[in-house]
């Protein structure tokens, strides 16, 4: 019987720990759903960010869009130096816009969405 009552223990410490794990992913999805749709729109929109790695403006505006930056166009300048010098950036981030509106700098996600007319429906709390 002791060993039942062992293995009992670990099936439902285990179940637990599922069950947190599990609840912890679903929250972290849904608190970007509303940066989603921006970032979608963004690139539909053609705004692409150039950038580069070792730029902490650029990091923290990767940050603002948490997991929906993988929707927005995004070039690494030092991986692609010819792109970036054809397109005439001169620093990062800039942000490009297909009108020829070009944005240097730290922009975060409400001059964007003023600038693109993207709407920004869940808006992350810090933002």
Request: proline share 6%; net charge negative; charged share 25%.
């Amino acid at each position: 019987m002791l060993l039942t009552k062992r293995h009992f223990g670990w099936i439902v410490g285990g179940t637990a720990i599922l069950a947190f794990v599990f609840i912890a992913i679903g929250r972290r999805e849904k608190e970007n759903t509303g940066l989603d749709s921006f970032a979608q729109c963004l690139a539909e929109r053609g705004a692409v960010m150039y950038g580069a790695e070792w730029c902490p403006h650029c990091q923290n505006e990767k940050r603002a869009f948490g997991s929906s930056f993988r929707y927005v166009n995004y070039v690494e300048c030092p991986d692609d130096p010819k792109r970036c010098i054809a397109a005439g950036i001169e620093g990062y981030p800039t942000w490009t816009f297909p009108d020829g509106r070009r944005f240097e700098g730290e922009q975060g996600i409400e001059r964007l969405s003023i600038e693109s007319g993207c709407a920004i429906e869940n808006p992350p709390s810090g933002e």
